[in-house]
């Protein structure tokens, strides 16, 4: 039983900082039904001996190990929050007899039916079992978070009674996790048994890689080649983001492990000492402002600032997209053109990001008005940024005083954008809806 040793420490006092905690990070939660007594009794306190939780203070590492030169910030990161939906009992929080320690799974769910049982399910067949197997469930209503509970009785469940996006879901796994390595997971991927096996392997052969992802392909469609989904991220000069290899066929191109700028988080493997390395203010460690969608970019940017270095080893898990809804609703396309401006205000440093503003304006606006073709309040997302602009200026005052990396080593990672290309591609979908 893990027990409080700080002397003076008293339950009311955990309480009290509990509900302190919950309102200074996020504003936007319904505090009212919260019951403080059930919470400090479901709160996991670490024993002597386990690593720090992302709450309090830790010593931060560089990528290369040892502590960082500056004096650094407080984060100010979430703890798990385990809260009971109806006919749903938090999972205590005890290691299962079998798996390694080193490694901790978490799965993000909301209404993940089949596919979440499925993913769960690929996790219990790895060669390299993870100890601690999380699942944070977003609300669901559709009796998939007591299946997975059914599946897996070493769960740790952590309940939130609504929908809070991925960033504040994927913030409570982090803070959760117990391991040196936090595998993440959208409900909607399958893993092949050797995918956490050889991401382990390839993070541990540098200490300055901070996160690793696989090989995403699409599931099999008929006879056709097997299609890329992505295999990490590319960062363009006009400040947009896209999955390297995305919609291109599999082949030897992709059987490659190498260095990549950032990783997709439908299933990365993340180095834990990064992930307190790089939380500050808002990102704790993914930005709830961004909600869902580029919220990984951002990781990634902020990563490299710091020096941490992102990897590509093709293990193949299988991606199904759009499993919770339609990408293009006018609500995605708000929150994707509003985290686009937030990606560039929270990581392009000047003066190399002055230099590209001019690009980046005019890309928004064309943007803006291609999601406002698409959806009308799409949009909006213009406005919500200015609401919420403030936060980045932090955040870019942590970046100057912290990065370890010259601009020259991380704008080397941003490619000129495909206009040609993506133009064609659109011109060519046009012509066959026209035709059908």
């Not at 749903?88 to 390694?100: E, L």
């Not at 890329?228 to 030897?252: F, K, Q």
Request: overall charge positive; hydrophobic content about 40%; some cysteine.
């Amino acid at each position: 039983r893990h027990t409080i040793s700080r002397p003076g420490f008293c339950a009311s006092r955990l309480r009290t900082l509990r509900v302190r905690a919950l309102r200074c990070s996020a504003p936007d939660h319904d505090l009212a039904h919260l019951d403080t007594n059930s919470l400090a009794a479901n709160r996991w306190i670490p024993a002597k001996g386990d690593p720090p939780p992302l709450r309090g203070r830790w010593p931060r590492q560089g990528p290369e190990g040892g502590r960082t030169s500056r004096p650094l910030q407080k984060p100010t990161i979430n703890g798990p929050r385990l809260i009971s939906s109806p006919g749903v009992q938090p999972a205590r929080p005890s290691p299962p007899p079998a798996g390694d320690a080193t490694v901790s799974a978490a799965i993000l769910n909301w209404n993940g039916g089949e596919l979440a049982l499925n993913c769960l399910r690929s996790v219990l067949r790895q060669t390299l079992l993870p100890g601690q197997r999380i699942v944070v469930d977003n609300g669901s209503t559709d009796g998939s978070l007591e299946r997975l509970t059914a599946e897996d009785p070493d769960l740790l469940v952590l309940a939130n009674p609504r929908n809070v996006g991925f960033a504040a879901a994927a913030n409570q796994a982090v803070a959760a996790c117990r391991a040196r390595w936090l595998l993440l997971l959208n409900l909607d991927i399958v893993l092949e048994p050797d995918y956490v096996q050889r991401l382990f392997e390839a993070g541990e052969s540098g200490a300055g890689i901070g996160a690793v992802t696989g090989k995403l392909l699409r599931p099999p469609r008929g006879e056709g080649p097997l299609v890329v989904d992505s295999t990490g991220h590319l960062l363009y000069r006009n400040g947009w983001a896209a999955n390297r290899g995305e919609e291109t066929p599999d082949g030897e191109a992709w059987g490659t492990s190498g260095e990549v700028f950032g990783v997709c988080a439908a299933a990365p493997l993340y180095r834990m000492d990064m992930l307190r390395d790089v939380s500050q203010g808002c990102a704790r460690p993914f930005d709830e402002r961004f909600m869902a969608y580029i919220e990984d970019v951002d990781l990634d940017w902020r990563m490299r600032w710091l020096g941490w270095r992102a990897w590509y080893e093709p293990a193949v898990a299988w991606h199904h997209r759009s499993a919770t809804g339609a990408r293009r609703s006018a609500f995605i396309l708000r929150h994707i053109l509003k985290n686009r401006l937030l990606l560039v205000a929270n990581n392009d440093l000047w003066p190399g990001g002055l230099a590209r503003l001019p690009t980046v304006s005019l890309f928004t606006v064309l943007t803006a008005i291609q999601f406002g073709l698409e959806a009308a309040g799409a949009p909006l997302g213009l406005i919500d940024v200015l609401r919420l602009l403030p936060a980045s200026v932090q955040r870019r005052r942590f970046l100057r005083h912290r990065r370890r990396v010259s601009a020259a080593e991380v704008s080397r990672w941003m490619q000129p954008f495909p206009y040609r290309q993506k133009i064609m591609k659109k011109l060519r979908s046009g012509a066959s809806r026209a035709a059908g």
